[in-house]
Structure formats: structure tokens, C-alpha cells
């Protein structure tokens, strides 16, 4: 077990997806967008980590997994988020193209954590 959350591989590649957005993809959008998809992705993008903390800091593991679930669910919302920017012309394919390999990647070590989580508490 990690001795903290920021430890665990799956906390620490949502937080780069969490920079990689604020830094690349929030800039693009217009004002227009500031409190709607803006505001969505951003949300979205913390609550993936904080999601993975809130869980790690529960006593027992299926509370930790259903909070793992929840940033699942958030992960999933940041590609949707980013399908629409992309839609409407505020990000390029290639950025999008990036958003999609991490979250994917995202969603990997979240599944390999709740499998660990699993096994070790049957």
C-alpha cells in the first residue's frame, strides 16, 4: 500500500492530465466558454485527483474503490469536455489526440489500482 496518495501512479498521471489541460487547453478557449466548458474541464480535471485522495484516505477498500470509480466517471468527462472543444474548433487534433492517449492511460492505472485493491482484500 502507498504511504501516501501522491505515491500512487494513477494520482500522479491525472495530475499530469490536470496540468497538461490547464496549460494547453484552457488558454484556448474563448471567453464565451469561460463558465461552461471551462469551468466543466477544470472541475472535471481536480476532481479526478481528488477523487483518488479521498478514497486513499477511506479505511476500508471498497469505499476506496468506489471513490476510484467516481474518478473514472471524471476522467471520462475531461475526454468528453475535450471531444466538444474539439468539435468547435478550440483545440487542435493533435491535442486532442494527446487528451485521448492520457486518458486512456488515466483509466488504466485506475483499473490496475481498483484490480490490486481487489485481490488483496479478497
Known sequence: MADNFESLECWQRCKELKIFLKENVLPKLPASERYDLYTQILRASRSTTANIAEGWGRFHYKDNIKFLVNARGSVAEILDH?????????????????????????????????????????
Do not use: F, H
Open 82 to 122: 475535450a471531444i466538444d472543444a474539439r468539435s468547435w474548433d478550440y483545440i487542435s487534433e493533435e491535442t486532442l489526440k494527446e487528451i485521448r492517449n492520457e486518458t486512456t492511460r488515466c483509466l488504466q492505472v485506475i483499473n490496475g489500482y481498483i484490480r490490486y485493491l481487489r485481490k488483496s482484500n479478497e
